[in-house]
């Protein structure tokens, strides 16, 4: 969840920025984000269709479990984004 994931960034920072000038601090901390941001306008974004649920496939389960299935299959359906 969120909470483990703040405490292990904040545990990473504090030792990082023991070890590290603010500078280098800086642009080590940005890098993760640079990073997400490339893989995504270059690999995940154009290849969208492939990577998103079948829109029939969804329908076809949301169909089959009634209206209790509706949340899961718009979950699975626009995941991607």
């Known amino acids: ?3 483990p994931c703040a405490t292990a ?3 990473m920072y504090s030792k990082l920025s023991n070890a590290l000038g603010k500078q280098t601090l800086f642009y080590v901390t940005l890098l ?3 990073v997400f941001y ?3 306008a270059f ?3 154009p290849n969208r269709d492939v990577i998103h649920f079948p829109l029939a496939a969804a329908e076809g389960a949301a169909a089959a479990g009634g ?3 509706t949340a ?3 979950l699975m ?3 991607s984004f």
């Open 1 to 3: 969840g969120v909470m």
């Open 9 to 11: 960034f904040i545990v």
């Open 32 to 34: 993760p984000f640079f």
């Open 38 to 40: 490339g893989v995504f």
């Open 43 to 45: 690999v995940l974004f």
């Open 67 to 69: 209206g209790a299935l």
């Open 72 to 74: 899961a299959t718009n």
């Open 77 to 79: 359906r626009y995941w």
